[in-house]
């Protein structure tokens, strides 16, 4: 007996038609929304484009301003760095004449200190203290005063330099920032939809904790101008000062040099005075010692005069004893020998004490003579000192304006 097949089942033709339908309606909404879904596509795509575009422009026309601020405060700093690099070596330059200035101040202080040195060597009672002596003495004080004031305003300056070194650090880290800030974002603004090597980045999306807001942006790039300024002002301020104190200093050690060789020339001159004086007495003294000379011999040879009267009246008085008995008489004769060998003696007594005197005085007229050589030999060695050796050294001292 042959097997039976089994046959799928069969539907109902109601059940077709309402299968159809449904098949209908099912394509008929799918085809809707497809054609809605198609539809919005084109709108969202366009939408898209659009608002891609207006926001590239409006990146575009962000970064152009940006880096027209970014120039602006480059520019600015360029300015500033340029004002304080010139200030910079202003200063440099005018530390310069400070150290020169101070090196000048030691030649004139050693030639003044050895002026003083060297007139400690003068003798005796031209050891004195006298004016020129007192102007030296201050003008080792003026020297070393203002050689103090040089030191300190070096301090200054120095430390000034230092303070404009580091406003110009500053200000030349933030023109290389903004340097590079240009050069990224000028190399931002040239990027477009069709440069070969734009790319995806990940986790680009964010903000750095490291970034300032565009407020302290600029602050930060307006305090390095501002402390550029001011330093630039401090440095201006500076360098006034400066020119005044050594326009001034130079001025005092001028002053005082001109006195110190004005009272020079008068002690000159006055030791001359003395000199020439002393040279005087003393010719007078050497003439007086001649004639005094000749007197002790003149006194000398009347004393020696005086014998031969004083033998003749002592030998007649001698001889007249020999008269015999009552002729040994005391006649107007033996009256008369008496009183002459009494004057001869008393008149030879007065040339001897006379002679004496001429003697003593003979002797203080050399003492004098020896005095009045040894106070010139004095003057002469005091004359060196002053006129050759300080004179001289004085001759090299120079003070410029500085």
């Known amino acids: 007996m042959a097997k039976l097949v089994q046959l799928p089942p069969k539907f109902l033709p109601q059940e077709w038609s309402v299968t159809n339908k449904t098949?209908?309606?099912n394509a008929e909404s799918q085809r809707s929304r497809s054609e809605r879904l198609v539809a919005e596509s084109k709108r969202l795509v366009d939408e898209v484009e659009k608002r891609t575009q207006k926001s590239q422009q409006d990146v575009n026309?962000?970064?152009?301003?940006?880096?027209?601020?970014?120039?602006?405060?480059?520019e600015e700093l360029d300015n500033k760095l340029a004002e304080t690099v010139n200030e910079i070596e202003q200063l440099v330059a005018y530390k310069i004449r400070l150290e020169k200035a101070l090196e000048g101040c030691m030649e004139p202080l050693a030639i003044a200190?050895?002026?003083?040195?060297?007139?400690?060597?003068?003798?005796?009672?031209?050891?004195v203290h006298d004016e020129l002596e007192r102007e030296l003495i201050k003008e080792v004080e003026v020297i070393q005063g203002v050689m103090a004031l040089l030191e300190r305003t070096l301090e200054q300056i120095t430390e000034q330099i230092r303070l404009s070194r580091s406003a110009k650090y500053s200000l030349e880290k933030d023109v290389a920032d903004k340097f590079q800030a240009i050069k990224l974002d000028n190399h931002c603004s040239t990027l477009h939809n069709n440069t070969p090597d734009i790319h995806y980045t990940d986790n680009?999306?964010?903000?750095?904790?490291n970034s300032v807001t565009p407020n302290e942006w600029e602050d930060f790039t307006n305090q390095n101008i501002v402390k550029a300024e001011k330093q630039r002002n401090n440095a201006l301020a500076l360098r006034a000062l400066i020119d005044s104190i050594l326009s001034e200093t130079a001025g005092d050690m001028r002053k005082q040099c001109d006195s110190v060789n004005f009272a020079l020339k008068i002690r000159v001159n006055e030791t001359k005075d003395a000199k020439n004086k002393l040279e005087v007495h003393l010719a007078k003294?050497?003439?007086?010692i001649s004639s005094q000379e000749k007197n002790i011999e003149h006194l000398k040879k009347a004393i020696s005069d005086k014998e031969g009267p004083i033998k003749v009246?002592?030998?007649?008085l001698e001889t007249r004893t020999l008269r015999p008995n009552v002729e040994l008489c005391h006649d107007p004769v033996q009256y008369r020998l008496l009183n002459e060998v009494q004057e001869l003696t008393t008149n030879v007594e007065r040339l001897r004490e006379t002679l004496r005197l001429a003697e003593i005085e003979l002797k203080g007229l050399i003492r004098n003579q020896l005095s009045l050589e040894e106070e010139i030999k004095v003057?002469?060695?005091?004359?060196?000192?002053?006129?050759v050796m300080?004179?001289?050294?004085?001759?090299?001292?120079s003070i410029n304006d500085l």
């Open 61 to 74: 026309k962000k970064l152009e301003q940006r880096l027209d601020e970014i120039k602006f405060w480059k």
């Open 285 to 288: 003294v050497m003439d007086e």
């Open 23 to 25: 098949r209908y309606a």
């Open 313 to 316: 009246a002592q030998t007649r």
């Open 204 to 209: 680009v999306v964010r903000i750095q904790g």
């Open 379 to 387: 003057k002469e060695n005091t004359l060196y000192i002053d006129e």
């Open 390 to 397: 300080c004179m001289q050294m004085r001759e090299a001292i």
């Open 113 to 127: 200190q050895q002026c003083l040195t060297e007139r400690e060597k003068r003798a005796r009672i031209d050891l």
